[in-house]
């Protein structure tokens, strides 16, 4: 695990998921969409995809993406807010884990997406941001996606400010090998505006040249 707590550790001690669950349970009782982040990486993904929610939380969009067809393994490092997943949907795959060091989970690699919605990424322990983006880059297959939501003010977080620029989130998924396809403002895909204050950013590991030479060098 981290040296450093995460910072939704931080903010809730781990006590989160039931409350958390509760949260989102009133708003679709109360009519509203608590689906657009699983509709927004539907759209993005083949029938039967592979997807990997990172930072899973109680698993709200992994299951509503595998009642869509989808193939979805969730991690977190929240056990509360993983009781709640498990108790929800025991047939799907939650894996206890730290994204800093996913790669000690034993996952086949080559999912077709990776999500880290809510905050995920602004709510890690600080310093490890730029490693779990490499972790989430690894995990994806050549052509796959990385799916992210996150505040950029203090109105779009649980934070008394921002803890990440997309300016700082881009360099790290440059840095992992990553490219920016699409940048919306809303998991309705608004489009985002320079300054905005929430962003959800579609970032695509290249696929291998098909004139690669040996040993497949790719373009990333
Ligand atoms: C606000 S919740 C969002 C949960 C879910 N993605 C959603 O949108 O409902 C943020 C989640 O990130 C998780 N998280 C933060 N740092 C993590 C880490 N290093 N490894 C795994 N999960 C982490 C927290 O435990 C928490 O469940």
């Known amino acids: ?5 995460d910072r939704w550790a931080q903010l809730t001690d781990g006590q989160a998921g039931e409350d958390y669950a509760r949260r989102f349970a009133r708003l679709a009782e109360s009519g509203h969409d608590v689906h657009g982040e699983a509709a927004f990486c539907a759209a993005l993904l083949a029938p039967a995809a ?4 990172a930072g899973c939380g109680t698993g709200r969009i992994a299951v509503r993406l595998a009642e869509l067809g989808h193939r979805c393994t969730g991690v977190d490092i929240d056990s509360s807010m993983l009781a709640v997943a498990r ?15 996913l790669d000690t989970l034993g996952l086949e690699p080559d999912f077709d997406l990776v ?26 297959r050549p052509g796959g996606l990385l799916v992210t939501g996150m505040g950029l003010d203090a109105a779009h977080l649980p934070l008394p400010e921002p ?12 840095d992992a090998g990553l490219v920016l396809r699409q940048r919306c403002a809303t ?3 608004d489009p985002y505006e320079d ?3 929430y962003a959800v950013s579609v970032h695509v590991r290249p696929a291998a040249r098909p004139d690669a030479g040996p040993g497949g060098v790719s373009d990333r």
């Open 115 to 140: 999500l880290a919605a809510g905050n995920v990424v602004p709510l890690l322990a600080p310093g490890t941001e730029p490693t779990v983006v490499r972790h989430l880059a690894s995990a994806l």
């Open 195 to 197: 300054g905005g204050g």
């Open 187 to 189: 998991w309705d895909a």
């Open 87 to 101: 108790r929800e949907a025991p047939a799907q795959e939650w894996l206890l884990g730290d994204l800093s060091r």
């Open 163 to 174: 803890t990440v620029t997309l300016a700082e989130f881009d360099r790290w998924c440059a």
């Open 50 to 53: 592979r997807v990997l929610d």
């Open 1 to 5: 695990m981290s040296e450093q707590r």
